[in-house]
């Protein structure tokens, strides 16, 4: 018999606490692997990932960095340089932005354009933020919404298959439209690692281990990166 049937009540065990500085740790050792990370919450997952994503630069990391919020803030990475005694330069040299404005130029850019920025800068690290922003358009049509989202999401999918370190930031949406709050569990289901900022705190609330799309002594696959 359950517990539950016993009149046993069963307590959700609580997802276990990410520190700050475990997190960019752990971005650091998922970027050897590859694999598709999602960090969502409040506004300020696009300052944490930010700071995350500076000491990857720190590390000598190049970084495409999709910018669909207008939330990139390069004094945010001055001052992680300033910390660690770099020059505010170095870093900013190694991060490539691109702004985004609507879900067209959104598609356009993750299934045309991507995979020849990641091989031009030799990076391994791509930073989607604020993918689902423009999707929630209420002046684009929810099946159009819905298209741009599963075929940008495959590629992101295949990319991070392909070794790349695809981090996903998603902020909590201006208005909530029930017809597109799936987006956020549908990436959910199709990453390999969430993490939820709450109250200030990052939680992991779910973590699978990468699988062998590429070899983990050798190199990694790069067929991805053709169009």
Same mark, same amino acid.
């Given at each position: #018999? ?14 276990? +606490? ?18 598709? @990370?999602?960090? =969502? ?6 300052? =944490? ?22 939330? !990139? ?10 910390? %660690? ?15 985004? !404005?609507?879900?067209?130029?959104? /598609? ?23 993918? %689902? ?7 684009? /049509?929810?099946? /159009?919404?819905?298209?741009?989202? +599963? ?23 201006? @208005?909530?439209? +029930?017809?597109?709050?799936?987006? %956020?569990?549908?990436?959910?289901? /199709? ?22 799309? !590429?070899? #983990? ?11």
């Amino acid at each position: #018999r359950s517990l539950d049937a016993l009149g046993i009540a069963m307590k959700r065990v609580p997802p276990p +606490r990410l520190f700050f500085s475990q997190f960019t740790l752990s971005l650091d050792r998922w970027r050897a692997q590859g694999g598709l @990370v999602l960090l =969502y919450g409040g506004h300020a997952v696009l300052a =944490y990932s930010l700071r995350a994503v500076a000491s990857l630069l720190a590390s000598g990391q190049h970084v495409v960095f999709i910018d669909s919020v207008n939330a !990139f803030n390069p004094f945010l990475i001055a001052e992680v340089a300033t910390r %660690l005694n770099r020059p505010p330069e170095e870093l900013l040299d190694r991060i490539h932005v691109s702004r985004i !404005f609507t879900v067209h130029q959104l /598609e356009a850019l993750i299934t045309e354009r991507l995979s020849d920025a990641l091989t031009t800068y030799a990076s391994w690290v791509l930073v989607a933020s604020g993918l %689902l922003d423009n999707l929630y358009d209420e002046d684009v /049509e929810l099946l /159009e919404a819905w298209r741009v989202f +599963r075929k940008a999401t495959a590629h992101l999918r295949a990319l991070a298959d392909a070794g790349v370190l695809v981090l996903v930031v998603c902020p909590a949406p201006a @208005v909530s439209l +029930r017809d597109r709050d799936g987006m %956020l569990d549908a990436l959910i289901a /199709e990453a390999d690692k969430v993490i939820k900022l709450e109250a200030s705190a990052l939680y992991l609330e779910k973590s699978i281990r990468a699988t062998d799309a !590429f070899s #983990r002594s050798g190199t990694r696959a790069r067929s991805i990166r053709t169009r």
